[in-house]
């Protein structure tokens, strides 16, 4: 079977992990209706799994006309009650517990929880930016030298002229860091 994995930011000052859940529940609920302008008869049910159950259980809980004021992330749910709402098929909504590939090699959990440690893994990605003020950035290498904005680029780009990359290009270059001579020399490094 194939899957569909993404990711998308949070911009905003409320961003946190029950909304990041209810926003992954949004992302397939929208697929789910694209699914079904594509296909406007189609039948059945799908399986909706989440390892949220505050998320799920405020999803399968959503009033049919108005989204009661003050309720927090109404943004999210407005967007799933309105859109979502008259799909041709049933969606059921199930949990799935967080964090089994701590308690079993992943080829023996099930399809549901090898998807729910995808997600996670990518959840926590930590070479993935949260948040970037593009504009800040702009202002900050807009005010310095040219030779220090094009190193700064190939800093963050991994592309700078370390000795791990001279490496790649250089028979028998050193990799090591000259400080320290035990690292490899990278741009983390």
């Not at 949070?10 to 990041?20: D, F, K, L, T, V």
């Not at 593009?134 to 700064?152: E, G, H």
């Amino acid at each position: 079977r194939g899957r569909i994995l993404g990711s998308f930011p949070e911009q905003s000052s409320r961003a946190c992990a029950y909304r990041g859940e209810l926003l992954g529940l949004l992302a397939i609920h929208l697929i789910l209706l694209a699914v079904n302008k594509v296909a406007p008869k189609l039948e059945g049910s799908v399986k909706i799994y989440s390892d949220c159950l505050g998320a799920l259980n405020k999803v399968t809980t959503l009033p049919t006309n108005r989204i009661p004021s003050g309720c927090k992330h109404s943004d999210i749910l407005k967007n799933i009650m309105i859109h979502c709402s008259n799909l041709s098929f049933d969606c059921e909504y199930l949990h799935v517990e967080a964090h089994q590939d701590e308690r079993k090699a992943y080829l023996q959990l099930a399809r549901p929880s090898q998807l729910n440690c995808c997600m996670d893994i990518k959840a926590k990605n930590p070479d993935a930016f949260e948040e970037v003020d593009w504009r800040a950035v702009y202002q900050t290498l807009n005010d310095v030298p040219r030779m220090f904005q094009i190193w700064a680029c190939k800093q963050v780009c991994g592309v700078a002229g370390t000795n791990a990359m001279q490496a790649r290009y250089t028979p028998n270059h050193c990799k090591k860091c000259p400080s320290c001579g035990v690292e490899i020399e990278t741009c983390g490094h």
